[in-house]
């Protein structure tokens, strides 16, 4: 199976939340991110979570961890047009002193007026 | 601008030619990866450079080489473009893993 796993795609209303899950394999990573990724550019970092925190909140973004799961999910209030892109999920892996992002395939969220 | 900077970022190859895909960091990081992204298959490590003067291969490796040139530049070489290396290739950098990962813009590759 694969390492860090999405659903492919969620369409929700302007004004709804959005809700992205992810799960991941590896219980030894150390942080876990949420990247966006507009048409035509590259990954940008949303937000991230130490594996010993549950939750964190940025503004519209909150992100849940579930370690016992291996289970970590976006929420995005007041989801707006602007909010349609693909969204990735990614763990860390320890890889001989460094680390290595593993990505899902990411989630591709439209967002209808 | 601080961040990624990947060069050329469109290029339109035949087959059996090479080239080089050229990338550069200016915020001192350590750690620095090269990924494909192909439709419906996420992003896929080709190699990466844990730190200046070592590199290893990811999941997909075969068909490329790097180098890391030094702390700021780490290039991608195909040697003999195929038809299913046309993708979008992501150069990425990081403090070793930690606190994120900065991605540049990407180059769009089609090898015909």
């Known amino acids: 199976g694969e390492d860090v796993e999405q659903s492919l795609f969620l369409s929700v209303r302007e004004g709804d939340s959005s809700v992205i899950n992810c799960t991941y394999t590896?219980?030894?990573?150390?942080?876990l991110y949420w990247y966006k990724q507009e048409p035509g550019a590259g990954l940008q970092l949303l937000t991230y979570i130490f594996s010993n925190m549950d939750m964190k909140q940025d503004q519209r973004l909150t992100v849940l961890l579930n370690k016992k799961d291996k289970h970590l999910s976006l929420r995005i209030a007041d989801t707006q047009t602007g909010d349609s892109a693909i969204y990735f999920c990614?763990?860390?892996?320890?890889?001989?002193?460094?680390?290595?992002?593993?990505f899902g395939r990411g989630t591709s969220l439209i967002v209808h007026p | 601008n601080a961040g990624v900077t990947q060069t050329p970022k469109f290029q339109v190859l035949k087959t059996g030619q090479s080239m080089t895909l050229q990338c550069a960091q200016d915020m001192n990081h350590n750690s620095m990866y090269w990924y494909r992204q192909d439709p419906g298959m996420g992003l896929r490590l080709i190699y990466y450079?844990?730190?200046?003067?070592?590199?290893d291969k990811g999941e997909v490796p075969n068909g490329y080489n790097v180098s890391r040139l030094n702390k700021r530049e780490f290039s991608l070489r195909l040697e003999s473009a195929a038809p299913s290396q046309t993708s979008v290739y992501f150069c990425?950098?990081?403090?070793?893993?930690?606190?994120?990962?900065?991605f540049g813009s990407g180059t769009r590759l089609t090898v015909v």
């Open positions: 590896d219980s030894s990573s150390t942080y």
């Open positions: 990614a763990e860390n892996k320890g890889a001989g002193g460094s680390y290595i992002p593993t």
């Open positions: 450079s844990a730190s200046e003067g070592t590199t």
């Open positions: 990425a950098s990081s403090v070793q893993g930690r606190y994120g990962y900065t």
